[in-house]
Nanobody, 124 residues
Framework: QVQLVESGGGLVQAGGSLRLSCAAS????????MGWFRQAPGKEREFVAR????????YYADSVKGRFTISRDNANKTVYLQMNSLKPEDTAVYYC?????????????????WGQGTQVTVSP
């Protein structure tokens, strides 16, 4: 399994931007699909974005489409989530996840490794 560490969360005003990073350990990062999920207090964990091992195929939740961008740097074993035009409803703990290429779904199935999460708070 791969170990994941998120960073970049914080407090931002509505309309602002944040960039989350997820650094992975291990030698086989390029064989993993990567995803971002989030969980707000009292709510279920929800899908945010997913990028396949090659970076060619990307999926977004409708709620973030056009505002968030997922990307990856396989050489540096890092996946990013650029978040623009943030809204208060984006407030949540954001989790990075990894799963073997071709086994993952937007529902979270197939993601075997998860980071500890980073808090994103968007004030009105």
């Amino acid at each position: 399994q791969v170990q994941l560490v998120e960073s970049g969360g914080g407090l931002v005003q509505a309309g602002g931007s944040l960039r989350l990073s997820c650094a992975a350990s291990g030698r086989t990062f390029s064989t993993y699909d990567m995803g971002w999920f989030r969980q707000a207090p009292g709510k279920e964990r929800e899908f945010v974005a997913r990028i396949t091992w090659s970076g060619v195929t990307i999926y977004y939740a409708d709620s973030v489409k056009g505002r968030f961008t997922i990307s990856r740097d396989n050489a540096n074993k890092t996946v990013y989530l650029q978040m623009n035009s943030l809204k208060p409803e984006d407030t949540a703990v954001y989790y990075c996840a990894a799963g073997l290429a071709g086994t993952t779904t937007n529902s979270g199935r197939g993601f075997r490794s998860w980071g500890q999460g980073t808090q994103v708070t968007v004030s009105p």
